[in-house]
């Protein structure tokens, strides 16, 4: 049975968790009961308050237009390289 878990009015009871190593990063999982809760999908936004870190659901979706953005870009033709190609002295038996 998959029950839909709807947000609470009051802070919910912590659990504790384990960092775990992620690379060269550390990450925590969170239990699907959580992430249900809040609505949190694919992406979060984190701060930092005092002791915490808070996790919260994005307000504002930052690559929401890239794809927009790019085809407008190319399609004036602005979409050239800005710093030009790097070539090393080397490459120059390479095939591109």
Do not use: C, Y
């Not at 407008?72 to 050239?80: F, K, R, S, T």
């Amino acid at each position: 049975m998959n029950k839909k878990i709807s947000p609470l009015t009051h802070p919910s009871p912590s659990i504790q968790v384990t960092v775990r190593a992620i690379g060269n990063s550390r990450g925590v999982v969170i239990p699907k009961p959580f992430l249900e809760q809040i609505g949190i999908q694919e992406e979060v936004d984190m701060s930092v308050e005092g002791e915490k870190i808070i996790l919260s659901k994005p307000k504002h979706f930052l690559r929401k237009n890239w794809a927009n953005d790019a085809s407008a870009i190319a399609h004036i033709g602005e979409d050239h390289l800005v710093l030009g190609d790097f070539n090393n002295e080397q490459d120059g038996d390479w095939v591109w």
